[in-house]
């Protein structure tokens, strides 16, 4: 089920979307700007924390600077993280109506 | 209280994910009957108490700091890691472990449970919050969970009573049962693939036995509209903290008087029942008026650390790290930083060992050199008797004490110049181009339970008491020395004070604190001062009172009204937003860091602000007539 919506709408990075945008993890890929175990390390956290492929994800908050960090629900619980953080989680829209 | 009786006592350890209600099942569980201590080389805090169940049987009980996982990121999970592996020497391996989760956030818990499988101990899982979860129509099946996870599972309300009747129960089950560890310890850290296969797992357990609700909590994502709202959001926080800091100041004001007129009543009936001399006036002088110029100020302390425990525990300080992430980030501060800072505001010892939240080195030196900065507790004592003898005590635009915001004033001062220390310290000095992440759950509202909060201010009450009859008490008799001896020759006039070994001291610090209006009796007053900074008010009372002779029934200050001037109180504040006269925070930077030199760091840079602070202050105060 989810296939249909992943080949409709196109993947991108959660750190770009805004306030109100609806969707589901694709992949946690953490960018070549980061290296070796700080990568590691940044996808070990995102993963005990919940964001996991598949999980949905919808962004509720933004922070009053910048637009950043940005507060996430995901599978019923808040996480708050940096957008910076958030590149790293590649999603796909649920929705074209934020 | 033998060791004999506790050979037979089983360990149980409480594990759990942050805000996990973890540690208010702790108190409710142990109640008062539980010590605060370190564990040992470490400054992470370790917490335990012994607890009874039903049926009578002792049961030793430790709250480990919370966590995701086992990896062990910082000191504190660190601990719990070693501790839940049996590795720690000086820490009994526990029988049983007590994962504590969160029932209505499941997921991030049971990963957690499916690691703790690994360690090979007896482990039983607690369902805490169950109240909320079945009000939110969480549905539950707790022997399916049971089943598929192969761990025995209980629930519990930790902050209800009886909440936690069940949860006994079946521990007095477990304590009565085997207690040898079931399996073998094959737990190692989990690659990414396996945090994955874990995360899974939990998935489809909770798809097995839990019905999520037609409707998830709606209450705290519309509280959340307003409170993180990018305007509005901040305005509220920022609301907090000024209501916080006019409580301070002015609510406490009835019960102080209280306190003050009874230690007076007290140094006057002394002074009435045992004759002129020696005797007299260091139990009138010393003892009296020293000890009860400190413990006035409980109930300032207790009503910030009620604010900063109900903030906690409401869920409120995840937020404001969330607002002022970027604000801080902007100062070089890590947004994880504002809740060790927001406690320095009780005091930076707790403050300072609160950084051990911030993962990264060079976030948590920042941090931990700028948390002297904040305006601790102990400096209200002297902000407050400066104040209340030089500032009027009127009101602006009829409810606004004028007094509430000169105080709010030099708070603002302490946070300004710590933003700037850190600004300068990170670009300067601990430039790295590698920013760490900043992840952190917003758990939802919660009201705060009373027994809780007590039990927090009780801790922190005695704590302060015990400070005050132990460290200040000991200086007044110091002070009281000083002021005493030698004795004035005969035939001498003037108050014997001025023959002194104090009145040499000051005399000896005196032209280098000239310049910045300071008398003698305030450089006395500032060596003890270094034992804590409260301590300077205690000082000036004693030296004050032992000048004034035997007809010092004067208050503290209005002797400092008739013989300051205004500049030189001016310079007094200045001093003390930025004096580092604390030998136990030194103290505690010296162990958290691991090195004199950021100790020494700290004391020099501070030391250089105050004293240029009060430099400017005094003389811009002269300059304008203030002198």
């Not at chain 2, 209501?243 to 301070?248: D, G, I, P, R, T």
């Amino acid at each position: 089920m989810t296939d249909t919506l992943a080949s409709t709408a196109p993947s991108m990075p959660l750190g770009q979307a805004s306030r109100g945008f609806c969707g589901r993890i694709n992949a946690i890929h953490v960018g070549e700007d980061v290296h070796g175990s700080a990568a590691r390390e940044i996808e070990s956290r995102l993963l005990e924390l919940g964001f996991v492929e598949g999980a949905e994800i919808k962004i509720l908050h933004e922070g009053p600077i910048g637009r950043d960090p940005i507060a996430v629900r995901i599978n019923g619980t808040t996480i708050a993280l940096r957008r910076r953080e958030a590149m790293a989680i590649l999603v796909t829209s649920s929705s074209r109506t934020p | 209280m033998s060791t004999q009786s506790e050979i037979g006592v089983p360990h149980f350890a409480l594990v759990g994910t942050p805000n996990s209600g973890k540690t208010a099942l702790f108190n409710a569980l142990t109640g008062s009957r539980q010590k605060v201590a370190n564990y040992p080389g470490v400054t992470v805090e370790r917490k335990a108490g012994v607890l009874q169940t039903p049926s009578g049987r002792r049961v030793h009980l430790i709250d480990l700091p919370g966590t995701y996982s086992l990896r062990g990121r910082s000191p504190d999970e660190e601990i719990t890691r070693d501790v839940v592996l049996g590795r720690l020497v000086s820490e009994t391996a526990p029988d049983l472990l007590l994962c504590v989760a969160d029932a209505t956030n499941l997921r991030v818990a049971l990963r957690l449970v499916i690691e703790l499988k690994q360690v090979g101990r007896r482990l039983m899982l607690v369902l805490n919050m169950i109240d909320i979860a079945r009000r939110r129509g969480i549905d539950i099946n707790l022997d399916r969970l049971s089943a598929e996870l192969g761990v025995p599972v209980v629930t519990s309300t930790a902050v209800r009573r009886g909440g936690t009747e069940e949860l006994l129960r079946r521990m007095d089950e477990m304590a009565a049962g085997r207690l040898e560890p079931p399996g073998e310890n094959t737990w190692k850290p989990p690659t990414t693939g396996e945090l994955r296969a874990a995360q899974r797992e939990a998935d489809r357990v909770i798809a097995a036995a839990v019905g999520m609700p037609a409707r998830p909590d709606t209450v705290s994502g519309r509280v959340d509209a307003v409170l993180l709202h990018p305007v509005a959001g901040l305005v509220m926080l920022l609301g907090v903290l000024f209501v916080m800091f006019q409580a301070v100041f002015a609510w406490a004001r009835p019960v102080m008087d209280v306190v003050s007129s009874g230690f007076d009543w007290l140094g006057a009936t002394v002074h009435d029942t045992l004759p002129d001399g020696l005797l007299q006036s260091f139990i009138q002088n010393g003892v009296i008026s020293g000890v009860g110029n400190v413990i006035v100020f409980l109930p300032q302390i207790l009503i910030l650390f009620f604010f900063i425990l109900m903030l906690e525990d409401l869920g409120y300080m995840g937020r404001a790290a969330f607002l002022m992430d970027r604000i801080m980030g902007g100062a070089g501060l890590h947004g994880r930083a504002f809740i060790p800072l927001l406690s320095s505001f009780a005091c930076a010892i707790p403050g300072i060992m609160a950084t051990r939240v911030i993962d990264n080195r060079r976030d948590r030196l920042t941090t931990i050199l700028v948390a002297p900065l904040m305006t601790c507790s102990a400096r209200i004592p002297v902000y407050t008797l400066i104040i209340s003898a030089f500032v009027p005590a009127t009101h602006l635009w009829g409810w606004v004490s004028l007094q509430g915001l000169v105080m709010f004033g030099l708070y603002g001062a302490g946070i300004t110049s710590a933003l700037a220390v850190s600004f300068v310290a990170k670009h300067f000095f601990l430039y790295e181009n590698h920013t760490p992440p900043f992840m952190l759950e917003l758990p939802a509202y919660k009201l705060p339970s009373v027994r809780s909060v007590a039990i927090g201010l009780y801790t922190r009450a005695k704590m302060f008491l015990q400070r005050a009859g132990t460290t200040i008490f000991s200086m007044m008799v110091l002070i009281w020395f000083l002021a005493s001896f030698p004795r004035p020759p005969e035939g001498a006039d003037g108050p014997a004070i001025n023959y002194s070994l104090a009145a040499m001291i000051g005399d000896a610090l005196q032209p280098v604190l000239a310049p910045v209006g300071f008398n003698w009796q305030i450089s006395v007053a500032l060596i003890p001062g270094m034992a804590a900074r409260e301590v300077a008010v205690a000082a000036l009372g004693t030296v004050y009172a032992i000048e004034g002779g035997k007809e010092a029934a004067e208050q503290i200050g209005q002797a400092l009204a008739s013989k300051w001037s205004l500049a030189t109180a001016l310079a007094m504040l200045a001093w003390y937003i930025f004096a580092p006269q604390c030998a136990s925070t030194l103290a505690m930077i010296r162990r958290e860091t691991g090195s004199w030199r950021w100790m020494a760091i700290t004391f020099s840079y501070m030391l250089a602000l105050a004293y240029v602070a009060a430099f400017l202050v005094y003389n811009v105060a002269v300059a304008l007539g203030a002198g």
